[in-house]
């Protein structure tokens, strides 16, 4: 199994411009999650998902858009990039029942707004 | 809503010396994850705690709930410089999946 995949691992955008970050996971998961972590901080959740074709807001889901249209992916899309999105996105998934709880992580996409 | 804070922020420590990394958190939860990140890494799992008194051991690292006190605690024993990272407790709502984050705990060894 691959795990939680991300791509890219690293983008540069122009402020106002659009992009989609990918996320697949290849363990059948139900839940899926997008964080970004700023420097120094902790994640904060931006939307997740409990299943195909349903998603929900997490703390802050301003600026973001997702879909889940399969199991397996999840993309998050930026309409209008800011430099206040300037982060590193992680995407996560969890099997959502009991110990098998834990969110598994992928690598991550640094994305620099400018 | 949830709130979630660790202490200390920043820990230098030498090798060989214990110390513990708290997590407080502010509502109602029975089920407290801890994970560590290496610099420009991902985040990786270490523990799950699932119930009132729950301890949790892997190596050097040790783990605890308290739910009661709204408490979880790291503690590290004699550690050693591949434990240097950063480690985040997370702590699950009782009512849904979402995971409210602590700000994490860098942690530096040094020999």
């Known amino acids: 199994n691959a795990g939680v995949t991300q791509t890219p691992k690293f983008r540069i955008l122009k402020i106002g411009q659009s992009m989609t970050l990918q996320c697949a996971q290849d363990?059948?998961?139900?839940?899926m999650y997008w964080y970004r972590q700023d420097p120094g901080m902790g994640l904060k959740l931006i939307y997740y998902s409990v299943g195909a074709g349903i998603t929900d807001k997490g703390e802050v889901p301003n600026g973001y858009n997702v879909s889940r249209s399969t199991t397996e992916d999840f993309p998050l899309r930026l309409e209008l990039a800011a430099p206040s999105q300037t982060s590193v996105y992680f995407c996560?998934?969890?099997?959502?029942?009991?110990?098998?709880?834990?969110?598994?992580f992928g690598p991550g996409t640094r994305l620099l707004v400018l | 809503e949830l709130k979630v804070e660790q202490n200390p922020l920043f820990l230098s420590m030498q090798e060989g010396k214990n110390y513990t990394i708290y997590c407080n958190y502010s509502?109602?939860?029975?089920?407290l994850y801890w994970y560590r990140q290496d610099p420009g890494k991902s985040l990786e799992s270490l523990f799950v705690?699932?119930?009132?008194?729950a301890v949790k051991q892997e190596g050097r690292l040790m783990a605890s709930l308290d739910t009661k006190a709204r408490l979880s605690t790291l503690h590290i024993t004699a550690a050693v410089h591949d434990l240097s990272a950063t480690y985040f407790c997370a702590v699950q709502e009782t009512s849904g999946s979402r995971l409210t984050f602590g700000e994490g705990t860098q942690l530096t060894v040094n020999p």
């Open positions: 363990m059948n998961h139900n839940y």
């Open positions: 996560a998934s969890s099997q959502g029942q009991g110990a098998k709880e834990t969110q598994y």
């Open positions: 705690l699932l119930s009132n008194g």
């Open positions: 509502t109602t939860s029975d089920r």
